[in-house]
């Protein structure tokens, strides 16, 4: 059913938000009931920050290309960091 799948899938993009604050990085519960997504954004450069979804078990950019599964969200904590990082 696919409020089942949305329900799951908001649970996991929390977990994946809560991962990524106690990293000290924002990132907010965005979109539909139906399909939910995060608005991940830097910290230091608001300018860079991105859309990351949750599908079929895996966390996704908006853009399409896979993160990682969603039983490894420290692994996606950190894939999502390093795109999204300041570059001196």
Known sequence: METDRAT???????????ELA??????????????????????ADPELSDSVAC????YCWSWGPAIGAVDDVSGTADRITHVLRVIL
């Not at 599908?55 to 895996?58: F, K």
């Open 8 to 18: 799951g899938a908001r649970e996991q993009l929390d977990l994946l938000r809560v």
């Open 22 to 43: 106690r990293r000290g990085w924002h990132a907010d519960q965005c979109g539909t009931e139906q399909r939910p997504f995060l608005r991940v954004r830097n910290r």
């Open 55 to 58: 599908r079929g078990g895996v």
